[in-house]
């Protein structure tokens, strides 16, 4: 019976249908083949027991939390922050970019958030200050990915809610990776820089270091209480989403007074439709995992796996390999929900961590967003610097193989995401 | 045609209108609610036993009216590399068939997620800790579905004559107002 998702999921995929709709017609077609006394009302029925959960409820709030603290100005502050440690070394600017992906990622969970948000302003200034636009564009691009990988991330929360593991230990996981994904990127950016011979800018005093963390250490007490709040066990992940969106309104109306209370309902409705194009995926992924189940993939594709008579250092390379396909077409947040479900008992069956398996498959696909040809990230990107989409894929491919090489120590080293949650228990 | 697309585009515009408004209050809505639970039970021991279901319910609704919304402004995500890449007539027609299967699904959406809200009424189940019936929560499917199956005709009949969709932004209440 499988051949009748190959005959309408991938077709109407390809055929731009929205994936919501996809898999609300894929369902429909399955029941139809399969005869039977099963009843359509089980679409309906599943799409909104798929999406009725207190704990996805998160999801929503740290998309609003993202919202407001970026329409309150965030940017600029923690360019400021970035640029007064790294700026003075060579390629500083390009450095700073880099950095400021990485604090944006701390605050917000959204890649492409974080493209718009810092490449609207770095893309331009890095151009201005004699960077190749393509560099810039390319690797922007590649450093938003880490915003889902630096907690909080709306991609960890998506797979620990389609794979019952706890949302806290995959944030407290993502951490060392997301710092591992910066200094990775930051060497890279060094060795074009001295080749290149790129620019670097005036050596910051220590007062102004000062002062730039001052201004900047509000936004970024936000992740630490979040992060803190869920591990001691004081807030369910819900509840710090929703104090974090709390703290992200009181800090932009009345601290820094960055939003007047007329931009608010705009700002209300991006965050529903941010929330609400991912909650209705959520939904109908869950109706479209009853077929999932009933043609037993997950069971079919673990047996398949522990039959291969390879080691398991080649399997996870294959799975990796296969992500990577899957990421390169397909935007993150279906794909983990898709995947997650069908990969998650595979995987932990072949004697891999739940949560270093949630790593392996979220920052895999996250860093498809910004590979060529589909990449949300790098279309923002190519907008933002009016630079050819080909040229910008080839100038982010060094980036992205330095990403490829920081999940390959994910991969293959279960200490880098398993040391902080270790240290928390 | 053109002047059926006008009155059809006046009534598409008082639907957004009305469906934004819904989505911002629930989610607004929903947001307090949650937050105030939060704040009540940590400095007050104090919670309120409806709140977390009132949140679910609140957030349901939100985001199925978000959800139109997003149809409304073609914000749903999905795999454009296709139509992306090609032109003319051939791209033509592939934004039609998406169109064409999308208006299919819709319409599945809206009338068994309405059968589902009347079998639920029907069998008599009430939300746990308020007196509704638990076919509020459903009501949201057929309700958005409704919108949903509204735009995407219209953006079917503006492909057919005009071979191209109109763009609508995401609705700013206050624009114009502002400075």
Same mark, same amino acid.
């Given at each position: 019976?499988?051949?009748?998702?190959?005959?309408?999921?991938? !077709?109407?995929?390809?055929?731009?249908?929205?994936?919501?709709?996809?898999?609300?017609?894929?369902?429909?077609?399955?029941?139809?083949?399969?005869? #039977?006394?099963?009843?359509?009302?089980?679409?309906?029925?599943?799409?909104?027991?798929?999406?009725?959960?207190?704990?996805?409820?998160?999801?929503?709030?740290?998309?609003?939390?993202?919202?407001?603290?970026?329409?309150?100005?965030?940017?600029?502050?923690?360019?400021?922050?970035?640029?007064?440690?790294?700026?003075?070394?060579?390629?500083? *600017?390009?450095?700073?970019?880099?950095?400021?992906?990485?604090?944006?990622?701390?605050?917000?969970?959204?890649?492409?958030?974080?493209?718009?948000?810092? #490449?609207?302003?770095?893309?331009?200034?890095?151009?201005?200050?004699?960077?190749?636009?393509?560099?810039?564009?390319?690797?922007?691009?590649?450093?938003?990915?880490?915003?889902?990988?630096?907690?909080?991330?709306?991609?960890?929360?998506?797979?620990?809610?389609?794979?019952?593991?706890?949302?806290?230990?995959?944030?407290?996981?993502?951490?060392?990776?997301?710092? *591992?994904?910066?200094?990775?990127?930051?060497?890279?950016?060094?060795?074009?820089?001295?080749?290149?011979?790129?620019?670097?800018?005036?050596?910051?005093?220590?007062?102004?270091?000062?002062?730039?963390?001052?201004?900047?250490?509000?936004?970024?007490?936000?992740?630490?209480?979040?992060?803190?709040?869920?591990?001691? #066990?004081?807030?369910?992940?819900?509840?710090?989403?929703?104090?974090?969106?709390?703290?992200?309104?009181?800090?932009?109306?009345?601290?820094?007074?960055?939003?007047?209370?007329?931009?608010?309902?705009?700002?209300?409705?991006?965050?529903?439709?941010?929330?609400?194009?991912?909650?209705?995926?959520?939904?109908?992924?869950?109706?479209?995992?009853?077929?999932?189940?009933?043609?037993?993939?997950? $069971?079919?594709?673990?047996?398949?796996? $522990?039959?291969?008579?390879?080691?398991?250092?080649?399997?996870?390379?294959?799975?990796?390999?296969?992500?990577?396909?899957?990421?390169?077409?397909?935007?993150?947040?279906?794909?983990?929900?898709?995947?997650?479900?069908?990969?998650?008992?595979? $995987?932990?069956?072949?004697?891999?961590? !739940?949560?270093?398996?949630?790593?392996?498959?979220?920052?895999?696909?996250?860093? #498809?967003?910004?590979?060529?040809?589909?990449?949300?990230? *790098?279309?923002?990107?190519?907008?933002?610097?009016?630079?050819?989409?080909?040229?910008?894929?080839?100038?982010?491919? !060094?980036? *992205?193989?330095?990403?490829?090489?920081?999940?390959?120590?994910?991969?293959?080293?279960?200490?880098?995401?398993?040391?902080?949650?270790? $240290?928390?228990? | 045609?053109?002047?059926?697309?006008?009155?059809?585009?006046?009534?598409?515009?008082?639907?957004?209108?009305?469906?934004?408004?819904?989505?911002?209050?629930?989610? &607004? &809505?929903?947001?307090?609610?949650?937050?105030?639970?939060?704040?009540?039970?940590?400095?007050?021991?104090?919670?309120?036993?409806?709140?977390?279901?009132?949140?679910?319910?609140?957030?349901?609704?939100?985001?199925?009216?978000?959800? &139109?919304?997003?149809?409304?402004?073609?914000?749903?995500?999905?795999?454009?590399?296709?139509?992306?890449?090609?032109?003319?007539?051939?791209?033509?027609?592939?934004?039609?068939?998406?169109?064409?299967?999308?208006?299919?699904?819709?319409?599945?959406?809206?009338?068994?997620?309405?059968?589902?809200?009347?079998?639920?009424?029907?069998?008599?189940?009430?939300?746990?800790?308020?007196?509704?019936? &638990?076919?509020?929560?459903?009501?949201?499917?057929?309700?958005?579905?409704?919108?949903?199956?509204?735009?995407?005709?219209?953006?079917?009949?503006?492909?057919?004559?005009?071979?191209?969709?109109?763009?609508?932004?995401?609705?700013?209440?206050?624009?114009?107002?502002?400075?």
């Amino acid at each position: 019976m499988s051949w009748i998702l190959f005959a309408t999921f991938f !077709p109407l995929l390809f055929l731009s249908v929205p994936i919501s709709f996809v898999l609300i017609l894929s369902t429909i077609a399955y029941i139809l083949v399969m005869g #039977g006394d099963v009843s359509w009302l089980l679409v309906p029925s599943r799409i909104v027991r798929g999406m009725d959960s207190f704990l996805l409820m998160c999801l929503p709030f740290f998309v609003l939390a993202g919202n407001l603290m970026n329409n309150g100005g965030i940017t600029e502050r923690l360019i400021k922050l970035a640029q007064a440690f790294v700026g003075h070394i060579r390629g500083g *600017l390009a450095m700073v970019d880099v950095m400021v992906c990485a604090f944006f990622g701390a605050v917000s969970g959204s890649a492409v958030a974080a493209t718009s948000a810092v #490449g609207s302003v770095m893309i331009p200034s890095l151009k201005k200050e004699g960077y190749p636009a393509d560099f810039s564009a390319g690797l922007t691009a590649v450093a938003s990915t880490m915003a889902p990988v630096i907690p909080p991330s709306l991609a960890f929360v998506l797979y620990g809610a389609v794979s019952r593991v706890p949302i806290g230990d995959l944030f407290v996981a993502g951490i060392l990776p997301g710092i *591992l994904m910066a200094l990775a990127l930051m060497s890279v950016v060094y060795v074009y820089a001295k080749r290149d011979n790129y620019p670097r800018l005036p050596r910051t005093s220590w007062k102004g270091r000062l002062k730039a963390i001052k201004d900047s250490i509000l936004c970024l007490i936000l992740p630490v209480f979040i992060l803190g709040g869920i591990t001691s #066990g004081i807030f369910t992940p819900t509840e710090a989403a929703a104090m974090a969106a709390l703290y992200a309104f009181v800090l932009s109306m009345f601290i820094y007074k960055t939003i007047a209370w007329r931009q608010l309902p705009k700002i209300l409705l991006e965050s529903a439709i941010d929330s609400g194009s991912v909650m209705l995926l959520v939904g109908t992924c869950y109706a479209f995992g009853w077929v999932l189940t009933n043609e037993r993939v997950a $069971l079919r594709l673990t047996e398949a796996l $522990l039959a291969m008579n390879v080691s398991l250092w080649l399997k996870l390379l294959m799975i990796n390999f296969a992500l990577l396909i899957v990421g390169m077409f397909m935007d993150s947040a279906p794909a983990i929900m898709l995947v997650g479900p069908i990969l998650a008992p595979a $995987l932990a069956k072949m004697g891999i961590d !739940p949560i270093v398996a949630g790593m392996i498959v979220c920052i895999n696909l996250t860093i #498809g967003l910004a590979t060529p040809p589909v990449g949300v990230c *790098l279309f923002s990107a190519t907008n933002i610097s009016r630079v050819p989409f080909e040229k910008v894929s080839r100038a982010a491919l !060094p980036f *992205l193989g330095t990403m490829m090489f920081v999940l390959m120590l994910v991969t293959y080293v279960p200490w880098v995401s398993l040391v902080l949650v270790n $240290l928390i228990r | 045609m053109e002047l059926i697309l006008k009155r059809l585009h006046f009534i598409e515009d008082k639907l957004d209108r009305f469906a934004s408004v819904i989505a911002i209050v629930t989610f &607004a &809505a929903m947001s307090v609610i949650v937050c105030m639970q939060v704040i009540s039970r940590f400095f007050f021991s104090h919670s309120f036993q409806w709140a977390e279901e009132m949140g679910r319910y609140l957030f349901i609704w939100s985001t199925m009216l978000a959800s &139109a919304c997003a149809v409304h402004s073609h914000l749903n995500i999905g795999v454009d590399i296709l139509v992306n890449n090609i032109k003319g007539k051939a791209q033509f027609i592939v934004k039609l068939m998406a169109q064409v299967f999308m208006i299919l699904a819709v319409y599945i959406l809206t009338v068994y997620g309405a059968q589902q809200t009347i079998d639920v009424y029907s069998a008599g189940q009430t939300a746990t800790s308020f007196p509704v019936s &638990a076919a509020a929560l459903y009501l949201s499917v057929p309700v958005s579905g409704a919108l949903m199956l509204f735009y995407s005709t219209v953006q079917l009949l503006e492909l057919i004559s005009h071979g191209k969709f109109t763009e609508n932004e995401i609705r700013d209440f206050f624009r114009g107002a502002a400075k």
